[in-house]
């Protein structure tokens, strides 16, 4: 019977130590001098990194959302959410696989395919961990993929691979919200220069949060906050600050 016990906690406390590797990771990336401007718009600021593990980039978003606070963005981007499909013109949709705690879970992500399917669609299962800042409402996702049997991998879809990943949704001023997030990605396009393929995911990254913006801003997108988030419920936080 011990035995069994061991065997169920395993998966468990891998998830764990999978997890905070991946924040160490993002937080050590995102606090770091090495940040170079790369691309600056109204909407928002990208900048970039060459990775010290990789050859690839590593990129850094930062966008400002106007008259919506973090609760409400966050209901629009969380991907349990009902809005993340209205706007989210990548994604070929989202899925939970398994809940591992209040505060993390195995999600589905799908996206489809671009550029006359020069980039492929591409799926990624990714262990997620969302958080709430009980002083001011900062809400956060760090992401990595994972290995699961309950999401086998399909002939024809590219099974991607998330590395460390970190988004935050802060409060900006009395009534505007900050996003701040960093993604780093391997597209792996035979035969495509490094120059385009470094193109490609900046790119990508300001269609997202352009996309985001533009459904924010619009008067008639009502938010519900009353729908269940992993880590994000209003709930779920006030009940743990109870327990403290």
Same mark, same amino acid.
């Given at each position: ?7 169920? =906690? ?6 764990? @130590?999978?997890?905070?590797? #991946?924040?160490? *990771?993002?937080? +050590? ?14 909407? /928002? ?14 990129? *850094?978003?930062? /966008?400002?959302?106007?008259? *919506?606070?973090?609760?409400? $963005?966050?209901?629009? !981007? +969380?991907? =349990? ?17 398994? &809940? !591992?705690?209040? &505060?993390?879970?195995? %999600?589905? +992500? ?8 020069? !980039?492929?669609?591409?799926?990624? $299962? &990714? ?7 009980? %002083? ?12 699961? =049997? ?5 002939? /024809? ?15 900006? /001023? @009395?009534?505007?919200?900050? %996003?701040?997030? %960093?993604?780093? #990605? ?10 385009? $393929? ?11 949060? &352009? ?15 009353? +729908? ?13 600050? =109870?327990?403290?």
């Amino acid at each position: 019977m011990m035995s069994s016990c061991a065997e169920s =906690e395993q998966p468990t406390n891998d998830y764990e @130590a999978m997890i905070q590797r #991946a924040e160490s *990771r993002v937080f +050590h990336l995102l606090h770091s001098l090495e940040w170079q401007l790369h691309t600056e718009k109204k909407t /928002g600021s990208i900048w970039s990194m060459k990775c010290n593990l990789m050859d690839n980039y590593i990129f *850094r978003y930062e /966008g400002r959302i106007p008259n *919506r606070s973090c609760a409400e $963005v966050s209901a629009m !981007i +969380h991907p =349990e959410g009902l809005h993340r499909q209205k706007w989210d013109s990548q994604s070929a949709g989202t899925s939970l696989i398994e &809940d !591992i705690g209040f &505060d993390t879970s195995i %999600i589905l +992500h799908k996206t489809k395919s671009r550029m006359m399917g020069l !980039i492929s669609a591409r799926e990624t $299962v &990714d262990l997620c961990r969302f958080t709430t800042d009980p %002083i001011d409402g900062t809400r956060s996702v760090v992401m990595v993929s994972v290995e699961s =049997e309950k999401v086998p991998q399909k002939s /024809g879809v590219v099974r991607a691979q998330t590395y460390p990943t970190l988004l935050l949704i802060s409060p900006l /001023g @009395a009534t505007d919200t900050k %996003i701040t997030a %960093i993604l780093q #990605a391997e597209l792996f396009l035979q035969g495509i220069p490094h120059s385009v $393929v470094d193109s490609l995911m900046p790119k990508g990254i300001s269609n997202f949060f &352009d996309d985001l913006i533009k459904y924010a801003s619009n008067d008639s997108t009502k938010v519900s906050l009353n +729908h269940s988030l992993t880590g994000w419920s209003e709930g779920i936080e006030a009940a743990k600050i =109870e327990q403290c």
